[in-house]
C-alpha cells in the first residue's frame, strides 16, 4: 500500500520528537535543573520508544536508518560520557553544543514542514 499524507506527516513528526528528545538528553549534561525536572527513566523510555519507532519505518532505506543510528549512538555516547563524569570538559562541552546546533536546526526545519504538511492535509 502507498503512503498517505498523513504517513509522511507521522515521519516527519517522528522525526522531531526523536530530535527534541536527543537534544533533552544532552541538555542534563549541562544543566542540572534539566537533570531534575525530567525523570531520566521518562527521557528513555520516550527516545526509546520513537527511535524504535523510526527504525521499523526506515528499515526501507537502510542508507538512512543507518546514518539516523549512527547519529542517536554518537549523541547517546556523547551524553552518556559527560553524565558519567558529571561535569564535562571542554572539548566535551564544544562537542555537546556542536551536536546540539545541529539538532537544533533539524528540528525547526522538520517542524516546519510537519506544519506545511499538515496545512496541506
Known amino acids: 500500500m502507498a503512503p498517505t499524507t498523513n504517513d509522511h506527516i507521522d515521519i516527519a513528526a ?9 537534544t533533552q538528553y544532552l541538555d542534563r549534561c549541562s544543566d542540572e535543573a534539566a537533570r531534575k525536572s525530567y ?13 524504535r519507532q523510526l527504525m ?3 528499515a526501507v532505506n537502510p542508507v538512512v ?8 549512538d554518537r ?5 552518556a560520557r ?5 561535569v564535562a570538559d571542554t572539548a566535551t562541552h564544544e562537542l555537546i ?7 537544533r536546526h533539524k528540528t525547526i526545519a522538520l517542524s ?8 496541506l492535509a
Not at 536508518?65 to 542517536?72: F, I, T
Not at 559527560?82 to 558529571?86: A, R, T, V
Open 65 to 72: 536508518k543507518k546514518k539516523l543510528a549512527d547519529e542517536c
Open 82 to 86: 559527560c553524565l558519567k563524569s558529571g
Open 39 to 51: 525523570p531520566d527513566s521518562e527521557l528513555q523510555k520516550h527516545l526509546d520508544d520513537t527511535r
Open 14 to 22: 517522528a522525526l522531531v520528537r526523536l530530535y527534541v528528545f536527543l
Open 112 to 119: 516546519d514542514l510537519v506544519a506545511v504538511f499538515r496545512a
Open 75 to 79: 549523541i547517546l555516547t556523547l551524553g
Open 97 to 103: 553544543h556542536a551536536e546540539r546546533t545541529v539538532l
Open 56 to 58: 521499523e519505518i526506515l
